[in-house]
């Protein structure tokens, strides 16, 4: 049986196109875990929950489904996708060539600027660490990775690589409870800007290939704690 569609509260911005926002929000609630695999996604459920008709919702429906987040069942159902691993192994592939490249681009040309920025960002997800709120620690992740791409001038792959990255980032959720994950994550970045401060990008890419392995290296404990999210 399928699992019940449960939404928390949400207020579209009414001065931006619905669908897009619609989108994001499911997406961001596929990948947090919040929505888990073999929820049930009604649009008659979702165009009264949003106030809106069912025309925005089957486009964002349609968009979580080009990301394979999703599984669209004509005339029956929409339902979350369970986490494919040879997907996720190839969206690890695909950013472990780009941040590589990107990494290497900071750290030949420190900038200080930058550098600010990225500790600032340290400095947040410390905060949220402490207080052990693993989605806020997720956004301060993503907004790092992201901060790199903006730097090294290559923005549009950000977006491109997060769009391949949905059942990667999935596995990274559920094994950040792991004992002791937040701290090697929060190492591991650690690491990523001082190589990149001194310009030392072999430091820097040696420590972005750990960082970025890191939870396939965990796909059989995960896949043993969650077996029915996991194939």
């Not at 008659?44 to 069942?73: K, N, Y």
């Not at 970045?189 to 072999?202: F, Y």
Request: no cysteine; charged share 25%; glycine share 4%.
């Amino acid at each position: 049986m399928h699992a019940a569609l449960e939404l928390p509260e949400f207020t579209l911005d009414r001065s931006r196109h619905a669908a897009p926002q619609v989108f994001e929000r499911l997406r961001d609630m596929i990948i947090d875990m919040t929505l888990t695999p073999g929820t049930v996604l009604s649009r008659t459920e979702l165009a009264a929950r949003f106030g809106l008709s069912q025309t925005p919702i089957r486009d964002a429906l349609q968009r979580l489904g080009e990301e394979g987040l999703v599984d669209i069942f004509p005339q029956h159902a929409t339902v979350v996708r369970p986490i494919e691993v040879a997907l996720a192994r190839e969206a690890h592939f695909l950013r472990n060539a780009i941040e590589l490249e990107v990494v290497n681009t900071l750290a030949s040309r420190p900038d200080p600027a930058l550098i600010a920025k990225l500790r600032s960002n340290l400095a947040r997800q410390r905060l949220v660490a402490a207080e052990d709120d693993l989605h806020e620690f997720s956004m301060a992740d993503q907004a790092m990775h992201q901060m790199m791409y903006v730097a090294a001038n290559v923005p549009n792959l950000w977006q491109m690589v997060r769009s391949q990255s949905g059942h990667i980032d999935r596995l990274r959720r559920l094994d950040l409870p792991s004992p002791g994950k937040l701290a090697r994550v929060l190492g591991d970045h650690t690491e990523l800007v001082d190589a990149i401060e001194r310009g030392d990008a072999p430091g820097a890419q040696e420590v972005l290939r750990r960082h970025l392995s890191g939870t396939l290296q965990n796909i059989d404990d995960i896949r043993k704690r969650h077996p029915s999210y996991v194939r």
